[in-house]
T-cell receptor
């Protein structure tokens, strides 16, 4: 059974650009969550999608957005990139997203903004 | 607002010793407390989890102790091995409005000395 796949693994962008990250969840999983991991702030919740609908959102500016497709694959977009957006972006999938349901993480996309 | 506080930030333990990581939470609505293990270049992976109606859960060398009244929980790794060297995150989540998100602690970098 394939795990959570995130692409690309590494990305270098310039300030002001926008970026799109992709996440393919485990087959059958309908919930996809995104997290930002930085040395200073740790792991922070960005948002969660379930059946193509955003169910929950963390405390990030509107430059961070996402969507989920009918096959549960998800994309995350960051517009007008800032240096502080440099981070490891992690995607997690679970069957339902309910508390107590195991969340499986991908290896992440390492974004560097220069 | 840091809802899950984790300590210590780093920990060095001799092979065969006991590794202990502590966490405290504030939100009494949390109903699921997982621990994640993360190796460099990988996403976090679920290690063991507990619900607040249980005071202890053991899986192999890993044990969670949970004190609901004190709002504290801890991870004990018995007979620690070099392969246990990783970063450990405690976490908490709650189910509300048909959605959930995982709140992570700041992480503990564990090194097991041979």
């Amino acid at each position: 059974k394939a795990g959570v796949t995130q692409t690309p693994r590494y990305l270098i962008k310039t300030r002001g650009q926008q970026v799109t990250l992709s996440c393919s969840p485990i087959s059958g999983h309908r919930s996809v969550s995104w997290y930002q991991q930085t040395p200073g702030q740790g792991l922070q919740f960005l948002f969660e999608y379930f059946s193509e609908t955003q169910r929950n959102k963390g405390n990030f500016p509107g430059r961070f957005s996402g969507r989920q497709f009918s096959n549960s694959r998800s994309e995350m977009n960051v517009s007008t990139l800032e240096l502080g957006d440099s981070a490891l972006y992690l995607c997690a999938s679970s069957l339902s997203g309910s508390s107590g349901t195991e969340a499986f993480f991908g290896q992440g996309t390492r974004l560097t903004v220069v | 607002q840091q809802q899950v506080k984790q300590s210590p930030q780093s920990l060095i333990v001799q092979k065969g010793g006991i590794s202990i990581i502590n966490c405290a939470y504030e939100n009494t609505a949390f109903d699921y407390f997982p621990w994640y293990q993360q190796f460099p270049g990988k996403g976090p992976a679920l290690l063991i989890a507990i619900r607040p109606d249980v005071s202890e859960k053991k899986e192999g060398r890993f044990t969670i102790s949970f004190n609901k009244s004190a709002k504290q929980f801890s991870l004990h790794i018995m007979d620690s091995q070099p392969g246990d060297s990783a970063t450990y995150f405690c976490a908490a989540s709650e189910w509300y409005s048909s959605a959930s998100k995982i709140i992570f602690g700041s992480g503990t970098r564990l090194s097991i000395r041979p």
